[in-house]
Structure formats: C-alpha cells, structure tokens
C-alpha cells in the first residue's frame, strides 16, 4: 500500500511521461499518413481530370470553312425540275466538286502564293463529310439550285487538328494526308477569315463518323442511347430493387431461405460486370431474341447488375431507422404496413434514394457488358422516340469511348476524352442530385 502510494505520488498531470509521449507520436503519424493520403488522392484526381480536359477539350472547338458557293444548276439538277427525286440521284461527287470551285475560288482572291502547293493539297482541304452535308441541305430545299449561297463546312482532320495544336509542318512532312503547303494554305486562308475555329455544336448532336472522317464525329447516338438504358434501368431495377429490399428487411421470416437470399445478393454485387454481359447474351438475345445493339437489351443487362446495389444501400437505410419508431407505430395501433409505410420509409427514404442514384451512376459508367451485347456496332441512324425506340440499334457514351480509342487516328483520341469529359458531366450531376435529394428530404429524430 505504502509503494503504491509512494508511486502515485511521483506522477504529475503537469508533466508527460513516455508512454504518454508515445501515445501523442502515434496519433501524430497516423494523423499524418491520413493527410498525406487525402492528398496524394487529390494529386491523382487533379492530374487526371487535368488530363482528360486538356485531351478533350479540342473535341468541343471545329474548324469550319466559311464562303459562298454556287450551286450550279447544271451539275446538280440537270433536267432543271427541282424535283428531289431526281435530284437524289446526283451523286455527293459532284457537290464535291461544286465545293472545290468554290475554294478555288476564294483562293484565287488572296494574295498569297503558296509554292509548291498542289491540286491535291487544295481538294483534301475540305472534310469528306462537307459534300454530304451540302447535299441535304439541297436535297431539303431544292429552291437553292442556282443561287450563291453561304456555308459553313467541315475541314479535314489534320487541319482541325493544326489550329489545335495536335499538328506541325513538321510532321505533316512526315504525313501522306497532308503536306506543309496545305498547312501554309490554311494558314492564309484563316488569315483571310474563310477559316475559323469555333464551339462545335455538332459534336454533341452528329452520329459517329467513319475512320477517315473524324472531324464529322459526334455522341449524339451515344448520349440518346444512353438516355434510353437509363429510362429502362430506372423503371424495372428502383421499384423491384425497393419492393425486394422493404420485403427482406421487414416482412421476411428469419430462416434458412431468406439466409440463402441475403447471401446470394451480396455475392451478386461482387460479380464482374462481364458477367452480367455473357448472362444478357445468353438471356435476353439468344433465348428470347431481342436485337442486339438495342437500348432495351442494355438496360436490362443494366438493371440486373444494379439490382444488388440497390437493394444492399436500401436494406442498409431501413437499417438506420431506430426500432423505436416502429415501435411508437405499432403501440398506438398502426399495423405493421402502416408502421413501415408511414413512418420508416419516409425516415428512410433519403438514404434510398442515394443509393440509387448512385447505382444508375454505376450502371451509366459500363462498358464491358455492353460490348458483349453488341453495342459496339458502327450505328449512323437516330434511334426513334420510346417505345420503338427501345429496340432499335444505337451506342452507348462509354462504348463510343472504347471504340475511337481502338481507331488509329490521333483526332479520335480527342473525340474519346471529348465524351469522357460528357460521361463526367452526367456522372457529376447525377451526384449532386444524389446530395441534394439526401439533405431535401432527411429528417432527424
């Protein structure tokens, strides 16, 4: 007793001993590791997101050719009737050739001699998709035949990509689908005002292009489709996800089968998306025939992958409610449809609604089991209005990534971090709906 006091009585609560010292060391560094992780975490985020906007940041600027054109009657309307039908038989060749006259010349205005500059140099200027798009816009309203009109069309890939920054003239030394001269007569050209970058617009609203014509590209098909799976996504996987999880939660016996049921589903959250792709191939295409390349197929591949998702963070939010809300329900007479229903899923509700809007996001993001699906097809046609439009061909936004990144043209790597710049925004919004439908609608007790 005596050396026990004796040993209290040298201890001071004024003075740190070692194992007090060690103690604060130890909170010191893992107060440390902590914040040296937040912030080579926002490192990473920083030059990733740096990255991705300084790619596809070109992908929202074109370079457009702007003069007036004559829209020669004699090539195209030869019998002069302004009949479309007719005039639909004259090929894109010689719009394109009414194109080049016109360059020609706006070229021959200028001052500027370009030596060494070729006839090549001068057709390649303007982009294979500009005499297509001359074309419908005749075609829509024949009436233009025989005026001089203004236009605006697209240039080739490697003039876009020189007022970008993506091409030299010394590499395009090195290119056979371009030369310096033609990069010299761009450069007067924008001189004279006939050429001019500005926000492309058509890239959110063109259907894909082909390899040879990336500056025509656009997400349009991709963002619609994507839209659609979400449509599908959302109606089969929120009500049956929900109605799965308030069962299992709070109506379901405790046994053996509904122990076999829970254990099933988390497992399901931890299968690989691919997974859900060769089962959608198998299921929906195989077995029950629907198109491949189709919104409805996507989304139900999508729903079955996020079904898991949704009910875990469902059934985690009715967890959260306190039993003595039940309870209270319960004591003053409320049935227990009444108690779940009026009061716990209310209380509940911002927490599902989070995780659900985190699972659509989720769902959003996939790609590898719409690969197996056969949404990476080459789609040029709008799908049409839902229904209909359900179960006709289209792309998805993470699928057109995954295939400009497969085509060897540097412009298509832009075009892809264009999209992934769109797939961020959706994503970003779709969060922010997330925390702002939690602090609406969550109630304290």
């Known amino acids: 007793m005596t050396d026990m006091s004796n040993h209290a009585s040298r201890i001071s609560l004024f003075e740190v001993d070692p194992r007090t010292r060690r103690r604060n060391a130890a909170e010191k560094r893992f107060r440390a590791y902590g914040a040296t992780a937040i912030c080579i975490a926002v490192i990473a985020l920083v030059l990733l997101v740096g990255t991705i906007l300084r790619d596809g940041s070109g992908a929202f600027r074109q370079t457009y050719l702007s003069m007036p054109v004559a829209l020669s009657a004699e090539k195209l309307d030869p019998k002069g009737n302004r009949d479309p039908a007719e ?77 970008k920054g993506r091409v030299s003239k010394e590499s395009a030394e090195r290119d056979s689908n371009t030369s310096p001269q033609q990069l010299m007569l761009a450069d007067a050209l924008a001189e004279d005002g006939v050429l001019v970058t500005r926000f492309n617009r058509e890239f959110i609203t ?33 009500p049956i996800g929900v109605a799965a999880s308030i069962y299992l939660e709070e109506f379901a016996p405790k046994n053996r089968l509904t122990d076999i049921i829970e254990v099933n589903i988390s497992n399901l959250a931890a299968v690989p998306s691919i997974v859900f792709g060769i089962l959608g191939l198998a299921v929906f295409i195989n077995f029950a025939g629907l198109p491949q390349s189709a919104p409805i197929v996507g989304g139900l591949v999508l729903t079955l992958m996020t079904l898991p998702t949704i009910i875990i963070s469902t ?3 009715l967890k ?69 439009g359900l179960f006709d061909p289209a792309s998805a936004l993470p699928v057109q990534v995954y295939n400009w990144t497969q085509r060897s043209d540097p412009a298509f790597v832009e075009r892809a971090s264009g999209a992934i710049i769109i797939l961020l925004i959706f994503l970003l919004c779709m969060n922010l709906l997330a925390i702002f439908l939690r602090r609406k609608f969550e109630r304290r007790w």
Do not use: W
Not at 112 to 139: C, F, N, P, Y
Not at 213 to 218: D, F, L, N, S, T
């Open 87 to 163: 005039m639909s038989k004259v090929l894109t060749l010689a719009y394109g050739r009414v194109l080049d006259d016109a360059l020609d010349a706006a070229v021959a205005q200028m001052d500027t001699q370009i030596e060494g500059l070729s006839e090549k140099d001068m057709t390649g200027l303007v982009s294979k998709e500009a005499s297509a798009q001359l074309r419908d816009r005749v075609l829509a309203d024949p009436e233009l035949v025989g005026q001089t009109v203004d236009v605006n069309v697209l240039v080739n890939g490697r003039i876009d990509g020189y007022f």
């Open 206 to 238: 063109n259907p894909d292009a082909s390899d040879q014509r990336p500056e025509a590209a656009g997400v349009g098909i991709a963002i619609l489709g994507s839209l659609y799976m979400m449509l599908v996504v959302l109606f089969l996987s929120v």
């Open 315 to 317: 059934r985690a939010a």
């Open 320 to 388: 959260a409610v306190p039993p003595s809300i039940r309870d209270a329900a319960l004591g003053v007479g409320a049935s227990k449809m009444q108690s779940v229903f009026h009061h716990v899923l209310p209380l509940a509700m911002p927490g599902i609604m989070t995780g659900t809007i985190l699972g659509l996001a989720q769902a959003l993001g996939e790609t590898a089991p719409l690969l197996l699906i056969g949404m990476v097809a080459f789609v040029r046609e709008f799908p049409a209005a839902p229904p209909e």
